[in-house]
């Protein structure tokens, strides 16, 4: 089930990174009174109610802006208004309406999403309800007044912001077809491998990177069985510099992972594995989906009997967090090894939904507490008393242990070890939630 996406928008200076924190509940934005301090959009999930979403913050909107890092930043907010579920527009009581406010209103008509208009800094309401009311003349809606930095108004901001979203009830109604989201960096051939599954250039392909707009989704049929493949290419490419592709591929990253059930992390084989690559695969594995790592132009690669061997360990010491990540070697040119790809799919999408009985869990875990004695500190040993299954996709387990201080991460991936070489569980991350109980 994808979450909504909420991007915050308003010209730049207007509070958009406070209140970016104060919903994330960490410093994650760098908050700074200089105007478009914020280059990045960084992304966080906010729980309101009944309802969790992802908010994303982006630089400010300055419409007719010359300045290269200002345009740049422009671009990035559009790419968040074009994926953003819900709006929020955002403006300075105490700099009044500027006609800036009423240029990115126009911007956001033209989007035709869903807006909530929030003025902010408005610290006495009573003081400064004329000041709101002047925000009306944005034709956008009922302004609603916040203080970002004293966390003030936000209720009622985030009720209006979910009044746009569709209701628990419809989001169930979900098909049975597994969502598959091919991501990567600009370039590594991820529109090539959908081409070539469909058999027709239905997505625009290109050497220059960055063609494809939009994510799309497309249907295919591999022996008998329905898929949808989330195609995520495509970003703008507006400056040479990597960081800026960086910034571009996020967002829809975030997007297209949430709505899938399995991520096909595209690497280019001529090129190895980066740093970037190693960012967009860590969204996934943040996000608990089964992840295959595709190789992809490996028919441009000159072999010998140690190549396959040699990329797969550069990979691996990269993507170090995700050692249960499935990797194939393909060529989206000839579609070589496509058949292992999807059976790699299937697998993972197996293994996502494995429910393990608790008496075999328990068993499993006793197992390996007599192989390797758990730790111990001044005197005081952990034990652990019982381990359940509580949630799938990902499988999610609780530990329940006489104390949570003692249950070093080491340990923790010795269990998940061992439960991996009983079960498998290739492809998909694993959770484990600790939880203190009492001896008695």
Not at 344 to 359: D, K, N, P, Y
Request: a neutral charge.
């Amino acid at each position: 089930m994808s979450k909504p996406i909420v991007a915050i928008v308003g010209r730049p200076n207007v509070g958009k990174s406070t209140l970016f924190n104060a919903l994330a509940g960490q410093q994650i934005s760098i908050v700074k009174d200089t105007p478009g301090v914020t280059r990045d959009r960084i992304y966080a999930d906010v729980t309101w109610l009944n309802y969790t979403f992802t908010i994303v913050d982006t630089g400010g909107i300055e419409p007719e802006s010359k300045d290269i890092i200002l345009s740049q930043m422009r671009e990035q907010a559009q790419i968040a208004i074009d994926t953003a579920d819900v709006i929020l527009f955002m403006t300075d009581v105490r700099q009044g309406l500027v006609d800036a406010d009423s240029k990115v209103a126009d911007m956001l008509r033209r989007s035709r999403k869903p807006v909530v208009l929030v003025v902010n800094k408005v610290d006495s309401y009573t003081k400064q309800q004329a000041d709101v009311y002047e925000f009306y003349n944005l034709g956008i809606g009922d302004p609603i007044p916040i203080s970002a930095a004293g966390k003030n108004g936000i209720g009622d901001m985030l009720d209006a912001v979910t009044r746009y979203f569709p209701d628990a009830m419809e989001e169930e109604e979900e098909d049975h077809v597994p969502r598959i989201a091919v991501v990567g960096k600009p370039n590594v051939g991820k529109s090539s491998i959908i081409n070539k599954l469909i058999g027709e250039n239905r997505v625009i392909v290109s050497d220059i990177a960055g063609t494809t707009r939009d994510a799309i989704d497309t249907e295919v049929i591999w022996e008998g069985r329905p898929y949808v493949f989330i195609d995520t290419a495509g970003l703008r490419r507006k400056s040479r510099v990597k960081e800026e592709l960086e910034r571009y591929s996020i967002i829809r990253t975030v997007s297209a992972v949430d709505r899938a059930d399995v991520v096909v992390m595209v690497i280019d084989a001529t090129e190895g594995v980066t740093e970037q690559d190693a960012k967009i695969a860590g969204i996934a594995h943040e996000r608990g989906k089964g992840v295959i790592i595709a190789v992809n132009k490996w028919d441009a690669i000159e072999k010998n009997d140690k190549t396959i061997y040699e990329h797969e360990k550069r990979i691996r010491q990269t993507l170090s967090y995700m050692p249960y990540a499935e990797m194939v070697f393909i060529s989206a040119e000839t579609g070589q090894r496509f058949g292992r790809m999807f059976d790699l799919i299937e697998q993972v999408i197996q293994f996502q939904s494995m429910r393990i009985a608790t008496g075999v869990l328990n068993e499993i875990v006793s197992e390996a507490v007599a192989l390797q004695q758990p730790p111990s500190d001044k005197g005081k040993r952990l034990k652990i008393f019982y381990i359940t299954q509580v949630a799938i996709k990902p499988p999610t387990f609780v530990i329940f242990v006489n104390d949570k201080e003692l249950m070093h991460f080491s340990y923790t991936r010795y269990l998940e070890n061992k439960i991996r070489d009983t079960f498998g569980f290739k492809g998909t991350p694993l959770r484990f939630i600790v939880r203190e109980r009492s001896e008695g």
